[in-house]
């Protein structure tokens, strides 16, 4: 596919968004454990039509906006109005097409914008429209008054995408006492054709506080698990740490860190299903400063990662494997602790052992092995 014409995507979130309640501007609250901002950011970011993204921010929200989106994000400080808010972001672009989304509306979809940027190849400008499904009528008073045919009718989403040069020219003469709806109407008002593409039902505006759930139950979770693996030498001196649990044996643990081998095997696994590489990664055995640590700040650690990752982890499953002690006994209170580290009810933690009936090194009593499966959601990128 060759590239289309040069395409930038303005972000609008420069509104107070007072509606939605709560001391944040809504478009910096979370959805699935992202900001709202940062999903419409990512949608155009990684789509192939479009060559630059710019966020246009309410003034002193920069820093706020680069603490989510990472420094290298395009801002633009925006003005009074939506309207001031646009020509200002307008400015900053060097491109032949625009294209002009709401940061309320987090869940674009790749396709929406497939179509928009289509339709600028014989528009002025494209909207994205859904139909209107319930009747319509007038409220009179709080009474019940005349039907409004809905017939033609349709809701305006956006992006909306217009050539750069007639969005200018539309600014440009738009009356500086008049406020405008949206930027298609603008670029109508100068005699452009605005073409009507499909929009989506997953880019309804994010208004009210009760909008937010409706919003987290469309996003698209994907259900992953991974594998962790890990062993430790057992040896005599040294205390046992089995998943988070102090032990009482004649034998300890030895290694990197306090050595538990089953928090270690949970935490690779945990990274694996973020695919964010391995313990090692994370904390090299080499540097000293892991030297005895407390395994259950690894554990946190790779959960944190899934969270930021908008991720929830939905269960955890290990296997022990040694010939002595004998796990059985201290089940529950290991079941407990990962539990409490991980944020995750009883049912939610499986924790098995088993014995190589005294075979390898397991059978032997020279070490102790653990595995681990993880499972987690995490929204689909
Ligand atoms: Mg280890």
Wanted: negative net charge.
């Amino acid at each position: 596919m060759t590239k289309g014409p040069r395409t930038v995507a303005l972000i609008m979130a420069a509104g107070s968004g007072s509606r939605a309640g709560g001391a944040v501007a809504k478009q910096y609250a979370a959805i699935g454990g992202r900001a709202m901002l940062a999903h419409a950011h990512d949608a155009f970011a990684r789509h192939p039509a479009i060559d630059a993204v710019v966020v246009v921010v309410a003034p002193g929200a920069e820093a706020q906006t680069r603490a989510i989106l990472g420094d290298e994000v395009t801002l633009v400080t925006g003005g009074a109005t939506r309207r001031d808010s646009v020509a200002c972001g307008l400015a900053s672009v060097a491109a032949e097409y625009v294209l002009i989304h709401d940061a309320a509306r987090p869940l674009v979809q790749a396709a929406v914008i497939d179509r928009v940027v289509a339709a600028l190849a014989r528009h002025d400008g494209a909207t994205p429209v859904l139909p209107v499904a319930d009747t319509l009528a007038r409220d009179a008073d709080d009474a019940l008054g005349d039907v409004v045919p809905r017939a033609g009718l349709v809701r305006i989403q956006t992006p909306q995408g217009f050539r750069v040069d007639r969005l200018r020219a539309a600014h440009t003469a738009w009356p500086a006492d008049e406020e405008a709806t949206d930027d298609a109407q603008m670029v109508r008002r100068l005699g452009g054709t605005v073409a009507l593409v499909q929009g989506d039902p997953m880019l309804e505006k994010v208004t009210h506080p009760e909008d937010f759930a409706t919003a987290e139950a469309r996003l698209a979770f994907e259900t992953r698990s991974a594998s962790g693996f890990d062993v430790h030498r057992l040896e005599a001196g040294e205390e046992l740490w089995l998943g988070g649990v102090l032990i009482p044996h004649d034998k300890g643990l030895s290694g990197h860190s306090d050595a538990d081998v089953a928090l270690h095997a949970l935490t690779d696994a945990l990274l694996g299903t973020i695919a964010a590489g391995d313990i090692g990664t994370h904390f090299p055995p080499s540097d000293p400063k892991w030297r005895g640590a407390d395994s259950a700040r690894f554990l946190r650690h790779a959960a944190d990662l899934v969270a930021e990752r908008g991720g929830r982890i939905d269960f955890v499953d290990l296997t022990i494997i040694c010939e002595a002690p004998k796990i059985g006994p201290h089940r529950e209170a290991i079941r407990a602790r990962i539990g409490d580290l991980l944020g995750l009810a009883a049912d939610r933690v499986s924790i098995k052992a088993t014995t190589t009936e005294r075979l390898g090194f397991t059978g032997r009593g020279e070490g102790i092995a653990a595995q681990a499966m993880a499972t987690v959601s995490v929204p689909r990128a």
